[in-house]
Nanobody
Framework: QVQLVESGGGLVQAGGSLRLSCAAS????????VAWFRQAPGKEREFVAR????????YYTDSVKGRFTISRDNAKILVYLQMNSLKPEDTATYYC???????????????WGQGTQVTVSS
């Protein structure tokens, strides 16, 4: 079992930055993939970024490339999502998820946090 807790959401103006954190606990992460998804009101949940815990490989959805950076702190067992140049369309609830597949599909992730709200004003 893996427990995930997100933090760092808030209200920011367009062009601003936020850093989300995902704290993982429970069993030791090894070959797990930790991802960020987001869901805006009335829309389906969408993939944002993922990182391979063991090797640090990363992958991003096109709409956030060059603006968002996913990273991990092995010692603190944290995954970060640094979000720069935020746009109103980035407004959503952001979720941290963990699984064992290198996937953009939410059904491939077995463990989920409760979510943190990000609101970008224009």
């Amino acid at each position: 079992q893996v427990q995930l807790v997100e933090s760092g959401g808030g209200l920011v103006q367009a062009g601003g930055s936020l850093r989300l954190s995902c704290a993982a606990s429970g069993r030791t992460l090894r070959n797990d993939v930790v991802a960020w998804f987001r869901q805006a009101p009335g829309k389906e949940r969408e993939f944002v970024a993922r990182i391979l815990w063991s090797g640090g490989n990363t992958y991003y959805t096109d709409s956030v490339k060059g603006r968002f950076t996913i990273s991990r702190d092995n010692a603190k067992i944290l995954v970060y999502l640094q979000m720069n140049s935020l746009k109103p369309e980035d407004t959503a609830t952001y979720y941290c998820a963990a699984g064992v597949s290198w996937s953009t599909r939410d059904y491939n992730y077995a463990y989920w946090g409760q979510g943190t709200q990000v609101t970008v004003s224009s």
